[in-house]
């Protein structure tokens, strides 16, 4: 199947800081999802990109659909104690029905 | 609350053992998922069902039967499981096939 790589694979940052992390893929995605999944928790959606070039805003985060359709990102400004947690991308190739393709996920820690 | 129930929350089963899985979703979606989480592995895409119809079987093996008798419900029959068979089952639904997909908050199941 579609391999995405993920990265980095695990953050360790300052409550306060800024935090980026992208996901790759070798073809082209119509759509991009980016999740966050809470231990034992189910991962809960939080930015959804449709558009090359796209670029999407919920609170603190930011996500873009890169330019080549084969590549996005995740941003969280200011990060905050309950940012913890692993975030996951998802990607939709064109002409494949219901199926999206997960990254390996990054888990974010925030030292407060 | 994500609008997606799955039950029980955990299940430990013995490898001769018959039990199943439910989701429920009351978001008027029309396609359910079956996802795998394993530890440090991308979620796996086990089956989709769209319309109540099973549109994909990401060839997994007939110990893991699925049932779909409405839109709403979303059922995973499991039986002679192996140790390996242990993660996380995650449920999701979406609207269509381009639409972003909510997820339950999982089973985690342990066979033992």
């Known amino acids: 199947g579609q391999q995405l790589n993920q990265s980095p694979q695990s953050m360790f940052i300052q409550e306060g800081e800024d935090v980026s992390m992208n996901c790759t893929s070798s073809s082209i995605f119509n759509t991009w999802l980016w999740y966050k999944q809470d231990p034992g928790e189910g991962p809960v959606l939080l930015i959804a990109l449709y558009k090359a070039g796209e670029l999407t805003s919920n609170g603190r985060l930011t996500a873009q659909f890169g330019i080549t359709r084969k590549d996005s990102f995740l941003n969280i400004s200011a990060s905050i104690p309950s940012d913890v947690g692993i975030y996951f991308c998802?990607?939709?190739?064109?002409?494949?029905?219901?199926?999206?393709?997960f990254g390996t996920g990054t888990s974010l820690t925030v030292i407060p | 609350e994500t609008g997606v129930t799955q039950t029980p929350r955990h299940l430990v089963m013995g490898m001769t053992n018959k039990k199943s899985l439910k989701c429920e979703q009351h978001l008027g979606h029309n396609a359910m998922y079956w996802y795998k989480q394993s530890a440090k592995k991308p979620l796996e895409l086990m089956f989709v069902y769209n319309f109540k119809e099973q549109t994909e079987n990401n060839s997994v093996p007939s110990r893991f039967s699925p049932e779909c008798p409405n839109s709403s419900h979303l059922f995973l029959h499991l039986h002679t499981l192996q140790p390996e068979d242990s993660a996380l089952y995650l449920c999701?639904?979406?609207?269509?096939?381009?639409?972003?997909?909510?997820f339950g908050q999982g089973t985690r199941l342990t066979v033992v």
């Open positions: 999701a639904s979406s609207q269509d096939k381009a639409g972003k997909a909510f």
């Open positions: 998802a990607g939709q190739p064109p002409n494949t029905g219901n199926q999206f393709y």
